[in-house]
């Protein structure tokens, strides 16, 4: 096994940070661990845990290092996320998205932020916009902000740290941001404003190879000294490279996590509502793709209990009406504003096994409402968690009939995706997976439908209400 030739790579989601090694030849799993990834509530405000990511991170590569001919490194995290520093390290803790408290300066934020038509990003929550994190660093910490060198999005920190090389990169970048125009593919007009440009090193394309990592780095981890790192890509984005290499538009990728988020290649930007939550996210290619997206695993994770979901509790949730109405998690979707129920059941009166089917039949007719407000078309394969959930991809099949529904074979989607960034890396031939199909059994297909018929004029009912 020493002498077979490896990528590493190092996945930051929300909740679990993952560490993988790929074969170069064939992108054979020939490694993988993760670890809970829960930020730090003290100090200045909710900030990123790493300390504790570093020293898992350090801890993961050496042991890939005693087993594996590690050629290259390749990271990718979840967005929204931004690092000040300078030679010394960090001039200020990489502040948590969810965190409220820069809510404080939205007044004052939205006088300069750029409007959607320039940034196709929409006005959200907390820090989910990363340009407010910004102002209100600026604004807060005027000395430490003064003193930060570089700006860098999250997985290009991590990169930095391993090869102290600082540069830019385009799928972090144009994550609902406000700093980026996705069309044009420059910086928007809220960065010469606040006269942060040379905060920002120059951009480099998604994978370009940054160079060998630190002769310190080598020495901790016991990993080459010619390994490369890549410039790495924000997560979502990842799963998306494979079918970028591969597929012709139009078709859909639902990257599934914490998030669930909808890309759709050949959707049309026109179509973009800033009302629903919808985006313009950049590809690696760094050209804009039309998304949607809601915190549809958080939203499992609070409705769901400690038993699997069921087919047959599907049929008595459908017979008995009960329904959960969004949204539970108040961190983006279209639904943002509108406070979570569940409809004609009290959700402690439900079994277990009751709570995770509701859970998995409400994140599949939140992601197919998603899926129409893209205007989607073609082909749509399901990444991550929700490609082994049987409710949810039955209930896709079925409300999408016109279009094929395919469930990736490998669940975290990110991984293929992040280790396809490096030049030399051959991945597996594709399989040809035949696509999921609706239930055939006619009477339970009718009763799906008319669920999602009910469900989706509850729905529209919060639409004209907030109008």
Request: proline fraction near 7%.
């Amino acid at each position: 096994m020493k002498n077979t030739d490896a990528i590493i790579v190092f996945d930051i989601g929300k909740t679990n940070a993952k560490l993988s090694a790929l074969s170069l030849d064939g992108g054979a799993s020939l490694y993988s661990q993760r670890t809970p990834n829960k930020p730090t509530l003290g100090g200045l405000y909710p900030h990123a845990n790493v300390d504790s990511l570093w020293d898992w991170f350090c801890e993961q590569c050496c042991i890939c290092a005693k087993h594996f001919h590690v050629r290259a490194i390749s990271i990718t995290t979840h967005g929204a996320t931004i690092a000040c520093v300078n030679n010394d390290g960090l001039t200020l803790p990489i502040m948590d998205y969810e965190w409220a408290g820069c809510e404080s300066v939205s007044e004052s934020y939205n006088r300069v932020r750029p409007s959607y038509d320039e940034t196709l990003s929409p006005s959200l929550p907390g820090g989910l916009n990363v340009g407010k994190q910004l102002f209100w660093l600026h604004r807060h910490h005027p000395d430490a902000f003064a003193a930060t060198e570089m700006v860098l999005t999250y997985p290009q920190y991590w990169a930095w740290r391993i090869t102290g090389v600082g540069v830019s990169e385009r799928t972090s970048l144009g994550c609902h941001t406000d700093l980026w125009r996705p069309v044009d593919g420059q910086f928007s007009s809220l960065v010469s404003t606040m006269n942060w440009a040379p905060k920002f090193p120059p951009i480099q394309p998604t994978g370009q190879v940054l160079g060998p990592i630190t002769s310190e780095f080598a020495n901790t981890t016991g990993l080459p000294a010619d390994c490369e790192v890549v410039n790495g890509i924000h997560d979502s984005n990842a799963s998306l490279v494979p079918y970028l290499m591969d597929t012709d538009p139009p078709f859909t990728v639902v990257s599934t996590g914490t998030w669930v988020v909808m890309a759709s290649v050949g959707a049309k930007h026109s179509d973009l509502d800033e009302d629903f939550d919808m985006l313009a996210n950049v590809n690696y290619q760094g050209l804009a793709t039309p998304s949607a997206r809601f915190m549809g695993g958080r939203e499992w994770e609070l409705l769901s209990g400690t038993e699997p979901e069921t087919a047959a509790d599907l049929v008595k949730l459908m017979q008995n009406r009960v329904m959960a109405l969004p949204c539970f998690s108040g961190q983006g979707g279209p639904f943002r504003h509108q406070a979570g129920t569940v409809d004609t059941a009290e959700h402690g009166e439900l079994t277990e096994s009751e709570k995770t089917t509701l859970a998995s039949i409400y994140v599949a007719l939140m992601t197919d409402y998603c899926l129409t407000l893209l205007g989607s078309e073609g082909p749509i394969t399901i990444e991550g968690s929700f490609a082994k959930n049987s409710i949810f991809l039955t209930a896709i099949a079925t409300f999408r009939p016109t279009q094929q529904v395919f469930a990736s074979i490998d669940s975290a989607g990110t991984t293929p995706g992040a280790a396809s960034l490096y030049p030399e890396f051959i991945p597996a031939t594709p399989v040809n997976h035949p696509p999921i199909t609706a239930p055939d059994d006619p009477d339970f297909k009718a009763a799906l439908t008319d669920y999602r018929s009910r469900w989706l004029k509850r729905i529209l009912s919060f639409v004209a209400g907030s109008s």
